[in-house]
């Protein structure tokens, strides 16, 4: 993986995601098995339509990129299109400039095809969507389309029938992690594994949010702690909450209010805190089962009515003594 | 002259018309010839075609289409008021050959000829010959640069994935319509003037068709969406601001197609047009795959005027029209419409015709109400191809790949049949979809194999191996890996769900007993399983809510879990409208509630080990611990929730229903009479007033007894959005067969045949 760590050039104004994207696929980090079809399909040059499903940052679009490459080789400038939400997709955009591009000749090698890429294919219109639906046919000898989504359900069928869907799962913790050191090392940025985890705690999967959090950290600080990295995010601390959460599942109120109070006097908004309650209990792994259901339930209710517009104190005060009543007997509750 | 330059000015509209489509139509051979590498190479080929086209549309004479013209002034000249058409027209284009060594390019451009090369692999022609050997595909496992859905299509219709009943409907229908179209005045054959077609996709709809046609020697005219010239406008001057809209070039080509029909141009027909002589001209029909964006409100109404108008055309001396509507919804949309409307909207008056952009498609939104009810118009639905077809469907593929033409002798790894299986039953139906994952999963295999050669070259070894052994085998990832890899990146639908609803447990090495619900950690964490499904969460969600209460062993557990889902739901679907950035978080919350709750709750977990836990599932869904699961009857229920939306705004239904009872006239509004009467009053209304009903609209009639009777049977009259029964689920019927997703974690062996 070495070799993935040495920037694309050594021009300094570029930012980090983009320094230290992969071209080739091998270094698309994780998600293994996707990357290895894609390998395969590199190897044998004969490229279905294909819809790329997954999360926001997860290397969907580095992908299908570095299998482009890796098909057309030098000719890749001409030979593909990429479209992404803020061209223009409209239905005529499908009509005339996909068509045309289809229909444009391209010396490439025997095996290969033309390739569009249309990023973030969830946001097209359904009646875009309809009118690729026989383009995708009737051009196959020579073009093949690639999608890359969020949600493929935001794909009609029709076009779903066509293409072979390969998904992407969220990236491991760890997976973040190594790139990040990667590139640390790369930078010649100081860290701390405490700092980067917590790059990686704040990112929740998702790599380029990771590798802008750390270029904005380095470039603020220099210094990777944890400290900075959720000063530069602007996140609640996760071990406060964590404390709370503690607190809570001990049953005692003063505390987890008090670490609350320290969250809100802070500045952070009511929506800020509950996302940040709700990420750590997730991976909080203290809790039995029952309770961590019952933890999530409560959270849940409430980050609701923070998001109707409840953004008050009182609400996550709330919540921290409902938490706190999971752990105390039936009959503590009760006035006598 | 004014006259004859009228009549002129029409000749060209109409050659025009004809070589745009023959030209759009020969694009894809042109580009075909792009893998020959002799070919002579132009990147500019784009700024070409269509100063080509440009050329054609403008003065309609090309050199080289001269001939053709010739050809098209005879022939059309017989049926159509044009005596001296023909002549006139080779003066105008000998006048216009001023022209530019540019245009003499063009003709000296093989690839521009309208006549496909011979040696050009023609995927649309379904070879005649072709049936009795499936060896036809000359190479069997070289698929260079060709989708295998397209390259393996079937070519007879016994290799047709379709229910022969079907079938024979369409062409019956095919028949009628030629037969009235060329002898026409009989009685009733002035109906046949549009089919459709509807299904969900890769049902093979456009595929029987096509087949069909062959078959009965029919010329297929396919009408696809032109290109706008937007950028030709610009840069060429002297164009005179041609702005056709893409309906009314639509109604062109109808018009034309059916006056100019004898010009055999398709270069997807131009084989049998030889073959059958001028004899058969008349034999040929419309096939309309490619919609106009009917989504736009304007363009929708037109393209109801247009076919309006077509269906008033007399059959005879016309043809009949074939349109494909492929059923699509998109779940993201089913879901944003549930919640986003939520509770209020249900229960609101919205009028959905005025809505713009329409979320479901299927024919009643496509096709106009007045046609499509009326005795012109008629309707064959396609189902999605049942598992076991779809399984048939990729071993002839393989069969073919491995070169083993012989049905009967092949047999497959048990490794195959899983994975063919396993890729049948995840497809749902669409058998497009099932043979690009079987691609996909071979050449996942090929690449197993330790290949020294570049690409390619562990198919034809493949190959090599499977012909010699006399089967053929992939070692989809499916099956070989579940075991010895521990982290797959996604779970497939099934297995996931079993993970969930089977909710395993390790037995508890030692009882700790401090909430009584301690009874040792799952097996599956619900985290990781949400993390790796396929489907997005919203949709697993429904999933196992559609199914646990197979699960459930009593009340309380339905109880609890029934708790939780509920819960679930009103946090993701709640009618939280400005979620904005939290929508997702709100998906999440969801799923985790209705996941976790579910196995949390679940008193009898299977305990790995523990073989008594699964005999008692086992009386049920037989031995081995295999179990049916169901697909979410929310999709069905809101695709049938929109048609019957449909019908309210449908003068014609309503009448129908409100005729005879008087409710309309009782203030009832249409809503009420289609969601809340209809289902009963085809229950409970007196023969006498079916009988008049029938009489009155015969397909308005049907059509609304089809709208009931559609699950009817099994779910009556609701119309919500989920349905399920908490006791008596296990005594229910078993779904429709072809509804059934199955799930087998070791049965192998039961599935060879």
Redesign the interface.
Known sequence: MSSAAKPLSSDNSLPWVEKYRPVVLKDVVG????V??L???A????M??LILAGAPGIGKTTSILCLAHALLGPTFK?AVLELNASDDRG??VV??RI??????????P????KIIILDEA?SM???AQ??L??TM???????RFALACN????????I??????L????LQNEQVLHRLVEICRAEDVKYTPEGLEAIAFSADGDMRQAVNNLQSTASGFGLITPDNVFRVCDQPHPVVIRKMLESCGRGEVDDAVACISVLWTQGYSA?DII?SV?RVV?VYDDL???K??KF??E???T??RI??GLQTLVQLQGLVARLCKFALPETAALIA | MPPKTRSNARYKAAADDVVNISSRETTPTKDGSEVDPGLDIDLEIDSDLEAFMEEFSQQSSIAHSKALIDKAGEISSSPASLPDSSQRISNSSQNSLQSSTRRRALTDRPKFKVVRPASQPQLQLQKPEAPAKVNSFEDGADDRGELWWQRYEPRTLADLALHTLKAGQVRGWLEMAVDASINGNKQGSGCFRILVLEGPAGACKSTCVRMLAHELGLNIVEWINPLANRTSAASQPDSDGDEVGVVRQFEHFLAHAERYSGLALQPSSEAEARRTSTLDQKRQIILVDDLPNVSHRDTRESFRDALLRFSAVPAQNSFPMVIIVTESITSQQAFGDESAGGMGRRFRETDTAANSDIAVWSAIDVIPSAVYNSRFCQSIKFNPVAPTIVAKGLKRILQIRSGLGDQKTTKFSPATTAAIKAISDECQGDLRSAVTMLQLSLASYSNAIPASSKRGGGNTEKRKRGAAANSVCIGDKRGSTNAGEPRRVSLDLFHALGKVLYAKREVPNAPNDNSGLARGRLESHPDEVLDKTPVDLSTFGLYVHENYTDFCTSIDEAAQSADCFSEADSLSSGGHRNLGAAAGVAGAYGALLAVRGYMHYKAHPHLTGNEDSTTRMGSQHGRGGMAMFRKPQFFDFYKRRAALARMWDDPAASEVLGFGNGLLSAGATPRVLVQDILPFWVKIASKREMTLAQQRNPSVYQRLIELVAVGGHKNGPQLGASHYALGPAHLTLPPVPEEKLVLSDDDIEEFSD
């Open positions: 998600n293994q098995e996707t290895d079809r390998n395969v399909i190897m044998c040059g004969n279905p339509n001409e239905i005529d009509r005339n068509k045309m591009f289809a229909q444009k000749k391209v010396n490439l025997a095996g290969r095809h969830d219109t359904p009646g309809q009118a639906r026989r046919e009737i051009y196959s000898n020579t073009t949600l493929s359900g935001k794909i009609i069928e029709p779903q029938s066509r293409c072979a869907i998904r992407y799962g969220k929506v996302t709700f997730k039995d089962e029952d961590k259901l999530i339930r959270i849940g209710i980050h609701m998001v109707d």
